[in-house]
């Protein structure tokens, strides 16, 4: 373990937040400086090794990137691999599998889109797990269930690594940003070394114990947050349909209790029909139905979600799958029309 050293430190990180745009060079440099020189965080926390990143999607590439920016030794590795040419251009090395990049680095993070890819790029053929071995790590931070994520550490651990799980609240900007903020559990003292690679990449991080907190964490967060959007999408339609101009209450809810920035964010495009993805629709859904999921596991009744689930079920069949997920005012939409169809219909049969 020699390449890359750093040193960076929370308190240091969280008093040079960025400006609107990702972390430049500059700043991240900055964090790493004013750490080091400053003390805080508990005297600075030092990483040393070589940092692997498996999957650069939406939420990958930024934090590859903000990795790179802040003088890490970064590997990464993607399925399509030509998401790895940004990458490469900041100074990232590329190895061709998972098991490259594992066994060519300390630590390795992974944010894959669901339980299936996680499960396949941790444990499957040329998988991670295959090229890891005593005193490496593994972070994924993707979103994923519990069982998947405790399935991906037995696997981890056989090898002798630790295994950590590390899913990311915060979306495409605060990625980009470095404010995301991670949910981590499992094996603590690779908390503890990977911490500065975190403070990096997020603006907090929070130990919640044993492998499936974060996951069941995240699941939680996730399924209030997919809720609160059918309800704002809902209120955005029928302010329209009462005569209201959507915009203005889009502008009374930023003013009030129940002002959120995701409202502030996502309400001014969504009255224009426009949703640039940030956070892929048919993630959110899959979110749903772990959410869903885990509250079955605790015979919990979650009726909500339940309905909230089947709108996004609704706007992935309209082909909404891979636009941002306030697309699924979309499916309400679809549905008052088609319920003013049936009336039309009942109407002229009379
Ligand atoms: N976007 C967001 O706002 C947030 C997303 N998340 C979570 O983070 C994770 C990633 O999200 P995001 O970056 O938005 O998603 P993307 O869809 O942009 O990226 C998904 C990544 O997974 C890879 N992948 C998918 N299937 C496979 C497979 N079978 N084998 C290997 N690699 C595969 C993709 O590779 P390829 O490029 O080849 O398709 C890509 O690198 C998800 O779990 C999501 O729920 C968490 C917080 C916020
Ligand atoms: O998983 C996606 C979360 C998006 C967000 O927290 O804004």
């Known amino acids: 373990m020699a390449a890359a050293a750093f040193l960076c430190a929370r308190a240091a990180a969280a008093a040079l937040r960025p400006p609107s745009r ?36 939406i939420m990958g590439a930024p934090m590859a990137s903000n990795l790179i920016k802040a003088g890490c030794d970064v590997t990464v590795w993607n399925r399509t691999k030509s998401k790895c040419d940004p990458l490469l251009s900041l100074g990232a090395k590329y190895e061709p599998s998972p098991a490259e990049v594992a066994s060519s680095c300390d630590v390795t993070f992974a944010m894959l ?77 690779l908390f503890k070394r990977v911490a500065p690679l975190l403070d990096v990449m997020g603006k907090s991080r929070f130990y919640l114990g044993d492998v499936g907190n974060g996951a069941a964490m995240k699941l939680v967060v996730n399924m209030v947050m997919g ?36 409202f502030s ?24 139905r772990l959410a869903l999921a885990l509250a079955e596991s605790v015979s919990q009744s979650i009726p909500t979600v339940a309905a909230a689930n089947e709108l996004y079920k609704a706007a992935k069949s309209l082909g909404l799958a891979d636009h941002d997920f306030s697309a699924v005012i979309e499916a309400l939409k679809a549905k008052a029309e088609s319920s003013q169809q049936q009336q039309f219909v009942q109407l002229s049969c009379h």
Do not use: N, W
């Open 22 to 57: 990702g972390l430049s060079r500059r700043l991240l440099a900055s964090r790493v400086a004013a750490a080091s020189s400053s003390g805080e965080g508990g005297g600075g926390v030092e990483f040393q090794g070589k940092v692997g990143f498996l999957g650069l999607g």
């Open 227 to 262: 809720s609160m959007m059918v309800s704002f999408s809902e209120g955005l339609l029928l302010s329209e349909k009462v005569g209201l101009d959507p915009s203005t209450l889009v502008e009374v809810i930023s003013q009030g209790a129940i002002s959120a920035p995701m």
């Open 113 to 189: 889109a669901d339980p299936q890819s996680a499960a396949e790029v941790a444990c499957g053929a040329g998988g991670a797990a295959e090229g890891l071995a005593p005193g490496k790590g593994y972070v994924d931070v993707s979103t994923v269930d519990g069982a998947t994520s405790k399935l991906i550490e037995e696997r981890i651990t056989s090898t002798g690594a630790s295994f950590l799980e590390a899913p990311v609240s915060g979306s495409k900007k605060p990625a980009e940003d470095g404010l995301l903020i991670f949910l981590t559990a499992g094996d603590e003292s």
């Open 265 to 288: 964010l996502k309400g001014p495009s969504m009255v224009k029909a426009a949703y640039p993805t940030a956070f892929p629709l048919k993630h959110q859904q899959k979110d749903l």
